[in-house]
């Protein structure tokens, strides 16, 4: 549990993709937000794209719900209109508004060429949209993580032609 100083409590749920039992693992999710009183579901993800690192990374999503709808839209979050595969965790999001929860989800769009347990500029992304949301306050130390993460990808590139050719391509496309 997470009380921000400007907004309500949050619940914090690591969820892990389950490899059995797909249709439990969601419903014990539901039944645990509708225990707790949950007015909105937001969940957080990411994924790999053709993003530069040298731009601010893009945050994808939707919301479910007029007051998430207006958030998102405050957010700047472009939509997605993605129709293909999802997964189990994302059930969820396709669930709660049945509950009479509201649902958004933001995806962070991280540079494919770096690829880490932890991506501290992904995670640094997703806390800047919980501080708008709810006005999380957001640690120094993630700051200066991503900051370094930020400096070691740029010394990478400068000894890897055909990479900084690839981030250059990104750029434009972009």
Not at 51 to 71: D, F, K, N, Q, Y
């Amino acid at each position: 549990l997470v009380t921000p100083p400007a907004g309500p409590d949050l619940v914090v749920i690591k969820m892990l993709e389950p490899h059995m039992q797909a249709e439990s693992f969601v419903d014990s999710v539901l039944m645990l937000l509708e225990l707790l009183g949950v007015e909105r579901y937001v969940w957080l993800g990411s994924m790999y794209d053709s993003v530069p690192h040298t731009r601010p990374l893009i945050v994808s999503g939707g919301a479910v719900g007029l007051g998430a709808e207006e958030a998102i839209r405050q957010l700047g979050v472009l939509p997605t209109d993605y129709q293909g595969p999802t997964t189990i965790t994302f059930q969820v999001i396709q669930q709660v508004p049945l509950k009479g929860t509201e649902a958004m989800w933001c995806i962070v769009h991280l540079p494919r060429y770096v690829q880490m347990q932890e991506d501290q500029v992904g995670k640094l992304r997703l806390l800047e949209v919980l501080h708008r949301l709810y006005g999380l306050e957001i640690d120094e130390s993630d700051v200066e993580r991503a900051r370094e993460q930020n400096d070691r990808v740029e010394r990478a590139t400068q000894d890897n032609p055909e990479l900084a050719a690839f981030i250059a391509e990104c750029k434009q496309g972009s």
